[in-house]
C-alpha cells in the first residue's frame, strides 16, 4: 500500500506540472522539462518506467478521458464541481472513500432524483474513473483558490451538421423530437450550459413526481385498461391522472401496471454520448432559436 501511495503522489505532481497548462492547450503544448518517472504515455523520455509505473499513469489518463466524457459537464472538467454537479474534490463521501467503495455505488446507482444518473461502467473504467477523482482531490486539496472549470468554450466545439446527423441518425432523437416541433426555439429559452443541462436532463435535477412525463397503463382484474399521467406510486398503491382528469388509484396487489417514462431514454443516452457527439449535437440544439 505503501508503494502505491507514493506513486499516486507522484502522480499527482505529475498532473499538476502537467495540468498548469490549460486543457485546451494541453494537447498541442508539452512542458519543456519534464519528470521522467511522470511522463505521460507517449512522450519518449520514460527513463523510470516501469510497466507497474506505466500502469496507474494509463489509468488516470483513461480515468480522466472517461470523465471529460462522462462526467465533466455536470461535476466539471477537474471534478471541481460543475453548473448543475457538486464538487468531487471537496466531498466528504470521496475523502472516505478506498477504492471506489463509497464512490461506486453512486457511480453505478445514481441520484436519480437528484441529477445524477446511473453509469453502467466496467470494473476496470470504474477503478480509472475513482482514482483520477482521487487524483484530482490531492491536487485541489494542495492547491489554493479552488476555481470552476467548466469552460464556456468548451461548449463551442461541436459541429452542427454532424449533430444534426447524430440527432436523426444514431442518436434516435427524432423519434421522439422534431426541431420545427417541440424543439422550435429551444436554443431562445435555454443557452449554454442550460441548454446543455437541458438536453442531457430535460427531467431537471428538482422535478418531482407532479413534472414526470411518466404514463402508466393499468390493467383491472375485470380486463379494463387505464392509461394516465402517473401521479403516485408507492410501496402498495399506484396512482394516475387519467384523459378527463380524474385522480384514480389502486392497490397494486389488485392490478397488473405498467409504467412507462420516456425520460429514461436520456438517461441512456448519457452513457451513449461521446464527447464529440455531445457536443454536436448541442452545436445543433443551438441553431434552433
Ligand atoms: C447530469 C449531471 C451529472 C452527471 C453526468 C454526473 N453526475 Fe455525479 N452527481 C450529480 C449531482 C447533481 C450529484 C449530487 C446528488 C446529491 O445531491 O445527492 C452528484 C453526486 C455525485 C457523487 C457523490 C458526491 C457526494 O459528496 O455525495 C459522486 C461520487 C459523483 N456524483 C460522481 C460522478 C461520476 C464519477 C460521474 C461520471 C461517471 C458523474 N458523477 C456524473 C450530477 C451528475
Ligand atoms: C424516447 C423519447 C426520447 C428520445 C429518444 C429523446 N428524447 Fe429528448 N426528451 C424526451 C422527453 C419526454 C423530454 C421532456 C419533454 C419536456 O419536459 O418538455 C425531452 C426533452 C428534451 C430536451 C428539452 C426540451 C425542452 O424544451 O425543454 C432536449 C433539448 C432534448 N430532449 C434533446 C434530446 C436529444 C438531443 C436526444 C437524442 C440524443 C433526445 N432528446 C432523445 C424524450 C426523448
Known amino acids: 500500500m505503501a508503494v502505491c501511495d507514493s506513486r499516486v503522489f507522484l502522480l499527482s505532481i505529475c498532473l499538476l506540472v502537467f495540468r498548469g497548462l490549460s486543457f485546451a492547450s494541453q494537447q498541442s503544448a508539452q512542458p519543456a522539462s519534464q519528470p521522467a518517472a511522470t511522463a505521460p504515455q507517449g512522450t519518449a523520455s ?6 507497474q509505473q506505466a500502469t496507474p499513469t494509463e489509468q ?10 462522462q462526467c465533466a459537464f455536470c461535476h466539471g472538467r477537474d471534478a471541481a464541481g460543475g453548473e448543475s454537479g457538486p464538487d468531487l474534490t471537496s466531498s466528504e463521501l ?52 479552488r476555481r470552476r472549470t467548466v469552460q464556456a468554450e468548451d461548449l463551442q466545439t461541436g459541429n452542427a451538421e454532424e449533430g444534426k446527423q447524430y440527432f436523426n441518425g444514431a ?12 424543439l422550435a426555439g429551444v436554443a431562445s429559452r435555454f443557452r449554454g450550459l442550460a441548454l446543455l443541462e437541458r438536453m442531457l436532463y430535460p427531467g431537471g435535477r428538482r422535478a418531482g413526481p407532479s413534472s414526470s412525463p411518466a404514463t402508466v397503463t393499468v390493467t383491472l382484474p375485470s380486463g379494463e385498461t387505464v392509461t ?39 438517461s441512456e443516452e448519457l452513457g451513449k454520448y461521446t464527447e464529440e457527439s455531445m457536443h454536436n449535437v448541442l452545436a445543433y440544439l443551438q441553431t434552433l432559436r
Not at 408507492?234 to 401496471?257: C, H, M, N, P, Q
Not at 405498467?258 to 431514454?265: F, T
Open 171 to 182: 442518436g434516435g432523437c427524432a423519434k421522439c423530437h422534431s426541431p420545427s416541433g417541440d
Open 228 to 266: 394516465g399521467k402517473l401521479a403516485y406510486r408507492d410501496e402498495f398503491v399506484i396512482g394516475l391522472v387519467d384523459s378527463s382528469g380524474w385522480y384514480r388509484s389502486w392497490f397494486k396487489s389488485a392490478v397488473k401496471f405498467k409504467v412507462n417514462n420516456p425520460l429514461e431514454a436520456h
Open 60 to 69: 488516470v489518463q483513461k480515468g480522466q478521458s472517461l470523465f471529460a466524457t
Open 46 to 51: 520514460v527513463s523510470r518506467s516501469t510497466p
Open 94 to 145: 470521496v475523502e472516505k472513500d478506498v477504492n471506489g467503495n463509497e464512490i461506486g455505488p453512486v457511480v453505478r446507482s445514481g441520484r436519480i432524483d437528484k441529477g445524477m444518473p446511473p453509469f453502467n461502467f466496467s470494473d476496470a473504467d470504474l477503478a480509472a474513473v475513482v482514482l483520477f477523482i482521487h487524483e484530482q482531490k490531492t491536487r485541489m486539496d494542495s492547491k489554493q483558490g
